[in-house]
């Protein structure tokens, strides 16, 4: 049974320089239950608020986050607490997450005890065997500084594993690490996600792991996610100018890497003051006037793929994204 944990419109509002801006406009999606969904976009664009807003750790402008029929709206609901043990996040510097004068065994600890957990010498064994750190005994005793960016991001897992969560959001889970080892930690949280059944974020810039990772891939620019659909189909067949720029951009050894720098066509803009209309205009070689001034609507391509760009919406109904 897949369980659906819906976002929906979900917004971080900014005070802009001349009017209300929101950092993140208007984001729904759905994770699933054993699913890996990637998000996907250039640093700046709002992703990492994403899972922030999702993790409970900033307050939600509006919109809801449904998890397992608690719905969140902010940091003061009274679903505030379940929520965020249920949703937990692994962040992208696992060397910044532990605190130094601590071992293992105290970091493990921890989590178990705030979320009323049995802290047994048994428990944190699990908690180590189930990110593959063995014999595990060996790591109880030692302190952070005794192991490797790898070991200590599977420490991270672990602790997130500790809250017995539903939904993890990993945050550029291996962009740290050393490129021979992310692959390793991939593959780590894939048998994760359909072990213990979770639903899982996975946040990224790097849209080729996307494909290779995540079932559905959803792509976001300056703060509103501008494509979705499954990931294959995604990087067959892109639909968004920005998603084809990043598609061509990136160094993906299928693609023999021939098309134009991301960076050629000009910066990400600024989230407190993005451009009116489609905020990509600036950048997009098939810009018209409509872009500069209306933010485009859903439009779906298949069932499951959809867009919000005006050059498919022209002779479309706008539909609600999935
Ligand atoms: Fe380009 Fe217009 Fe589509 Fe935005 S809506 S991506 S500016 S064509
Ligand atoms: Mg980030």
Redesign the pocket.
Known sequence: LIKHFPVHRLRRRLRGRAEVVHAVDDVTLTLRSGEVTALVGESGSGKSTIARLLAGLYPVTSGTIEIDGATARGTRGRHFREHVRRVQLVFQDPFGSLNPIHTIAYHLRRPLKVHGYPTTRAALVELLEQVNLTPAEQFLTKFPHELSGGQLQRIAIARALAAKPKVLLADEPVSMLDVSIRLGILNLLAGLVKSLDLAMLYITHDIASARYFASTTLVMYAGRVIEGGPSEELVQQPA???TRLLLESAPDPDRAGTGPDLLDAGEPPSLVDPPAG?R??PR?P???DI?RTEA?GTTELRPGHWTK???YSASTEPVPAR
Do not use: K, S
């Open positions: 968004h100018p920005y489609c990509f205009h997009c098939h810009a018209m872009c485009p760009c005006w050059l």
